[in-house]
T-cell receptor, first 108, second 116 residues
Framework: KNEVEQSPQNLTAQEGEFITINCSYSVGISALHWLQQHPGGGIVSLFM???GKKKHGRLIATINIQEKHSSLHITASHPRDSAVYIC??????????FGTGTRLTIIP | GAVVSQHPSRVICKSGTSVKIECRSLDFQATTMFWYRQFPKQSLMLMAT?????????EQGVEKDKFLINHASLTLSTLTVTSAHPEDSSFYICSARDARTAYGYTFGSGTRLTVV
């Protein structure tokens, strides 16, 4: 069993829909990251969380430390949001352990 | 913001040759650089952690003589795939630890290596 599980693996939605991607982890962590990987492969950091909730534009990330669960929400989704979204957890000081990603496709 | 420049973005090489991938931190000092490998539709796998001026720490199962990592300066880390084989074909990406940013890590744009 992977230490970091994401769901769903694939998600297709219509433009404008509210999107939720979930991440569950099984180990104690010092921080959780949400990353966005575009088709060309480049990765952009979206959020780093250790508690609570963060918002950036149409993106919202929440984390529940007790339940070892985090969610990434996208409001008013747009085709340009189509990408792979990756959850990663930091265990200890440095290393990140990655989920397998959620492939999001937004249809115009 | 913090930027890590990774080159080349794509490379095709013949079996048996070596390929060098560079990652440069453009506006900050990257004392620690992480090198990852990603197979299609799989998650990133950490290959090694390099610290400026010292030997890299390799993850279990990663051949250090095959994947040479050099972190000679605070702004440059290189990964050399030696005697490349077709099974080395993959997506390689670096990430620098940058405590100044809100995210803690800045990723390069990745290198897609194809060995023919």
């Amino acid at each position: 069993k992977n230490e970091v599980e994401q769901s769903p693996q694939n998600l297709t939605a219509q433009e404008g829909e509210f999107i939720t991607i979930n991440c569950s982890y099984s180990v104690g962590i010092s921080a959780l990251h949400w990353l966005q990987q575009h088709p060309g492969g480049g990765i952009v950091s979206l959020f780093m969380l250790s508690s609570g909730k963060k918002k950036h534009g149409r993106l919202i990330a929440t984390i529940n430390i007790q339940e070892k669960h985090s969610s990434l929400h996208i409001t008013a989704s747009h085709p340009r949001d189509s990408a792979v979204y990756i959850c990663a957890v930091k265990v200890g000081n440095e290393k990140l352990t990655f989920g397998t990603g959620t492939r999001l496709t937004i249809i115009p | 913001g913090a930027v890590v420049s990774q080159h080349p973005s794509r490379v095709i090489c013949k079996s048996g040759t070596s390929v060098k991938i560079e990652c440069r931190s453009l506006d900050f000092q990257a004392t620690t650089m992480f090198w990852y490998r990603q197979f299609p539709k799989q998650s990133l796998m950490l290959m090694a952690t390099s610290n400026e001026g010292s030997k890299a720490t390799y993850e279990q199962g990663v051949e250090k003589d095959k994947f040479l990592i050099n972190h000679a300066s605070l702004t440059l880390s290189t990964l050399t795939v030696t005697s490349a084989h077709p099974e080395d074909s993959s997506f390689y990406i670096c990430s620098a630890r940058d405590a100044r940013t809100a995210y803690g890590y800045t990723f390069g744009s990745g290198t897609r290596l194809t060995v023919v």
